[in-house]
């Protein structure tokens, strides 16, 4: 036992010499650097778009050696919500703020009050797109045959649900237009009308107050909505055309029997509609037809016109309630079947017992539905700059130099830009109830008035003290403003 005792003595107090707690001749080197923790981590995982609209679900993962004590989610750069607990998620009302390009980041903060930041992830916040809107018989069916067309743009407001804008129309006297909801290829019930305008009876607007639900919204941006426009001829609308916002796309297809490879004789006819979801890769048929009510297959195929191809790309399922319809829905396309329909390789057909090749065929076209581009500015043949070098630098900008609290110098026309910022939209001072530059109006135009000396003006003609401006100069402050006073 004595024996036992003297080593465990000796072991401890070796022990204790070698951790240098208590006796001469231990470790007297540095204390070991403690262990260092790794810096937090953040990344942003939602949302998936690049475009958002309304509220966004926004979603984080976030590390931490010290434990994280909270991540922000912010918006360039400004705090939005803070989540404490995983997993890190958030609400973001895109409403409040413009919408344009924006940039998400979340920020890690430990309990240590360390902190690290995602990488930015950019998105476009659209809460009132402007979408272009055509509407003719492309997209009717049966067909009207019309040779009326329109053109305009719809403006919504994803967030209150309010519709402003309308159509003009060509070729056709309306009885009615209005917004309807149904996908491209069919029918649907009347959710905003339209009024024509009492100056112009080609145009029709979006009746004031015209709102959608926030389920309308939602088949809005699924391309689910369309105008359409009545006539006495056509109680049931003579011209139509799809509403298409962002990230949907409509091809349509005229079937008849001259397209099928080989050609067959018949009178049946038929009218085909394929919407594009681009952001779910998405595609959604509808087949409208007569004269093959006995119709035992359609297909979606993938050829050229022409050339038939060995196998059908989709099926798609006959309607138990019409048998003139067929359709398929939220069938999954991949980016080789969107190249195909862009194309123009995608076709539809359908078959008979007497036609097993095909009775009907039609090849999807995405020119045939869209809306044709916007046209392009009236191009001008006055600008602001030659105003500015022959009228205003040289002749006005001595008296208005904009450098006094009162006319004639608290009007600045020294420049192009500070001219434009002068005159255009902006009160009289010597006549607030009328602009100095009215665009596309040189008779409203105070400007002019001045400087023409027409009666009822305050004060003298312009330029005071001056002989008046050379007619042909005149001429060109009205062709300005005519062509809309634009900052050029």
Known sequence: MRTHRTILSSLAVTMIAVSGCGGGGGYDGPDPAP??????????????????????????????????????????????ATDTT?????????????????????????????????????????????????????????????????????????????VTGGVTLTGITATFAHIHQAIAGTNGPVIVDFVQSGTDPNRWDAVAGGTLTAEQVTALLAGQMYVNVHSVAFPSGEIRGQIRPQGIVVAIAGLDGTSVVPPVSTTAAGFAAMTVDEAANTATVHVQTTGVDDATEAHVHNAAAGENATAPLFSLMKDPAAPTHWLLEGQSVTQADRDALAADRLYVDVHTPAALAGALRGQLSLNAAAPPPPPPPPATTVTLAQLQSTIFTPICSGCHSGGGSSLPSSMNLSSAAASFAALVGVASTEQPAVQRVSAGDPDASYLVRKIEGAAGITGGRMPLGGAPLDPALIANVRTWISEGAQNN
């Open 86 to 162: 995983a997993p890190y998620e958030a609400s973001w009302d895109t409403s409040t703020i413009a919408d344009g390009a924006h940039q998400l980041t979340a920020r890690t903060v430990d309990s240590a009050n360390a902190s690290a930041t995602s990488t930015p992830v950019a998105v476009t916040v659209l809460n009132s797109p402007t979408i272009d809107v055509a509407v003719s018989a492309a997209e009717v069916f049966p067909r009207t045959d019309s040779t009326a067309t329109g053109a305009g743009q719809l403006t919504f407001n994803l967030v209150t649900g309010a």
């Open 35 to 80: 262990a260092q923790s790794a810096a937090p981590t953040a990344s942003i995982t939602a949302p998936p778009g690049a475009s958002v609209n309304r509220t966004v679900p926004l979603s984080a993962t976030a590390t931490a050696d010290a434990g994280v004590n909270r991540v922000e989610f912010l918006v360039d750069g400004a705090v939005i």
